[in-house]
C-alpha cells in the first residue's frame, strides 16, 4: 500500500511540474509577442527569477496580500529588475490581457532593458490565483 501511494504522489509531482512548465512557456510566449511586434528582443527564461517570482506568488498566496516585494534579491543579479503582479485572472491570457490593459505593466512587458524572465503562480485556499513575473536586465 505504501508504495503505491508513493507511486501516486511520485507521478502527481510529475504531472505538477509538467503543467507548470506548460503554462511558463505559454505565458513567456504572450509576453514575447508584443515585444516581436515593437521589433525588441524575447525575454530569455531564467531559473532565478523564476525562483525569486515562485516564492513571492506562494507569499502573496498565503498571505493573500497583492503587493510588490522589494527588487533587492533581482538586483543582485541583474543591473535592472522590475516585477509585475496580479490576482484573480484564471488563465495566462487573461493575467496578460490586464497587464497590456495597464500602462506600467506593459512599460515593463515592453522595457528594453530587460532581456530575462521568471514567472511564478500559485493559488490560495479560497482558489484565487497570484502571479508574479520578475524581469531583469
Request: hydrophobic fraction near 45%; proline fraction near 1%.
Amino acid at each position: 500500500m505504501k508504495t503505491i501511494i508513493l507511486a501516486i504522489a511520485i507521478l502527481v509531482a510529475q504531472v505538477t511540474h509538467t503543467l507548470a512548465q506548460d503554462v511558463e512557456a505559454t505565458i513567456l510566449i504572450a509576453h514575447n509577442t508584443p515585444r516581436e511586434q515593437q521589433k525588441i528582443q524575447k525575454l530569455v527564461g531564467d531559473r532565478n527569477l523564476d525562483a525569486i517570482a515562485q516564492a513571492h506568488a506562494n507569499w502573496m498566496a498565503a498571505n493573500r496580500n497583492l503587493t510588490h516585494q522589494s527588487l533587492n534579491k533581482i538586483m543582485r543579479t541583474w543591473r535592472t529588475g522590475g516585477e509585475n503582479i496580479a490576482c484573480g485572472q484564471r488563465t495566462e491570457a487573461e493575467v496578460l490581457r490586464s497587464w497590456i490593459n495597464s500602462s506600467g505593466h506593459r512599460a515593463n512587458i515592453l522595457n528594453r532593458n530587460f532581456t530575462h524572465v521568471g514567472f511564478g503562480i500559485a493559488v490560495a485556499a479560497d482558489g484565487t490565483v497570484y502571479w508574479c513575473v520578475n524581469f531583469g536586465g
